[in-house]
């Protein structure tokens, strides 16, 4: 028999007698349709084909194609906030040669977006939504995104809230500058305030002051009665949103998600890692009150704590942390690791950020929550390449990892036969022993000679 034969059917078995990656319990990339900006679904399934339990999540542009996005609920009290429908429902002033108009060239979310371009001649040009319905003492939280194309002058945004007669009055803004520049890319900002005693109604105001040529655009304008901002929410993303009246022209609605698999996670191996990436949308996303979990399994959890800005991993009996982090619009990868030897650790962009003894859980739940606990905690971030695995990889593995430009792969070693006629024959990893008697059959029948790739990925 061929040597090369030979050699080519000892790989194909020893393919079949060893499996590289038996350390993965579940993957998921979250991926689905394009375009990834206006499309809001996708796939939770796990690689091994693990369903997922969910509610209201929404899947939007993640650190690898898609992303899922797990969200508190939330009301958005602006009308058309993303201009789907020209300008309903804002007012224009408009003085000397300054513009106020709804492009349809650029947005964020929807179909268009606001477009101010200033009065050479130094007048004040603004749109502004007026007379929405405030409760004096209650929080609130007005966001928005903008850009600059250039020009000089003032930029502004923000919300007054003020009573019938406008005796009482009160400004907050969320963006104020003077003479910035061009602002490539969509920005985020936000201000979060309480409303003031007597001043029961409120304004919101996108203003260009003089200058010369000052052109700015906005997008995705939020109002909610939260005590931060919340992730960007209308009528029109999908599962568990939408409008209180017509269509991108009145108040909308989302409901809390829920996102939750089996647990892959039994306590049968003496280590366990976690993996996954984390996109912010805003600076500092996540409401101010209690724990904000990453996961949660029902003793084995990691969580932010806006009360002092770390991430904490806990396993029932005590918990490690990182030290106090700032959070700006953006992603970060995420490992936590438990091992009986190495004890606690959490990494943060490849690099450790925490460590400490591990001890294992009394018990272990039923399911396992991504981005949420049980019944609260939402991280208001979108998740992305989820990997949970029995085996605890070295720092310089997550470090690797965290330097790779593409995601995580479970995609086996293959062996590709290249026969005479152009065609092909792989066989993975995945092959059973009859798969495997099965091709060298057809190769020893054709008496063909055969060239072997080897192919790894993951």
Known sequence: MNKRLIGLMM???????????PSVLLYCAYDGALPYETD?????????GQVAYRDTVIFRPGQFDKGVQVAEEATNMCSNPSFDIDLSGWSEVEPGNGTVDRIVTDSVYGGGCLEIVGDTGGG?????MPNLSVVPGEDYTFSLYYKILGGTGTVSSYVTTHNATWSAATNFHALYTTNPGVVEGWQSESVSFECPTGEDKLNIYFVSTGGEGLTL?????????????????????????SWSGTEHNSPSTRDGAQLYYDNPLDGSDDSFWIHLWLIHEYDNTYNPGGAIYLFY?????????????????SDGY?????????????????DFIADETRGMEIYIDGELAGEGTYEGPEEWGDYLYIGSSEASGHINAVIDDLVIARRAPSADEIAALYQH?????????????LLPSGSTATITEHATFGDVLLILLVVLLLGVRVVVMVRRRG
């Open 11 to 21: 790989l194909l078995l020893c393919m079949v007698a060893s499996t590289p990656l």
């Open 40 to 48: 809001f679904t996708g796939d939770p399934t796990g690689h091994a």
């Open 124 to 128: 004040t040009t603004y749109a502004a």
């Open 217 to 241: 655009r906005f997008d995705a304008v939020q109002l909610t009665d939260t005590a931060d901002e919340v992730t960007y929410l209308d009528g029109s993303l999908g599962d568990g949103h």
């Open 297 to 313: 399994e029902g003793q084995v959890y990691a969580y932010f704590s806006p009360a002092d800005d770390k991430i904490y991993f």
């Open 318 to 334: 005590g918990s490690v942390s990182t030290e106090g982090l700032t959070f700006e619009a953006g992603s970060m990868m995420l």
């Open 405 to 417: 430009t593409t995601p995580f792969s479970v995609e086996p070693t293959a062996v590709t036969i």
